[in-house]
């Protein structure tokens, strides 16, 4: 139940943050006025957003992933894909994090 509602939920903050991103890199850009640049590159380049967002994409896409073999007739196996899926996306974002904080 849980995995069901968090994936629900990580949608929708999903939707927010990729809506902020798009929004502060138009700011960035100097759509929304060139005395206001320096603002909104601050929020553009905000590193726990950034984190945030990474974690919230894997998650929600390997857990979508694991819904669909789920759905596929894997169900017997779905123990095994939580658990390995949550390996999985565990490692995959510490190596994101590591890449872009030690870069």
């Known amino acids: 139940m849980f995995v069901w509602v968090f994936h629900r939920i990580s949608g ?11 929004y ?19 929020l553009h380049s905000n590193l726990a957003v950034d984190m945030v967002a990474i974690f ?3 998650y929600h896409s390997l857990y979508g992933v694991r819904t669909c073999l789920v ?7 779905e123990k095994r894909l939580f658990w390995g899926l949550s390996a999985a996306g565990l490692a995959l974002y510490l190596f994101v994090c590591f890449q872009w904080l030690f870069k």
């Open 24 to 42: 502060s890199g138009f700011g960035t850009a100097g759509a929304l006025g060139e005395d206001v640049v320096p603002y909104w590159t601050k």
């Open 71 to 77: 759905d596929l007739g894997l169900k017997r196996q």
């Open 12 to 22: 929708l903050i999903m939707i927010a943050l990729f809506g902020f991103k798009i």
């Open 56 to 58: 919230l994409f894997i």
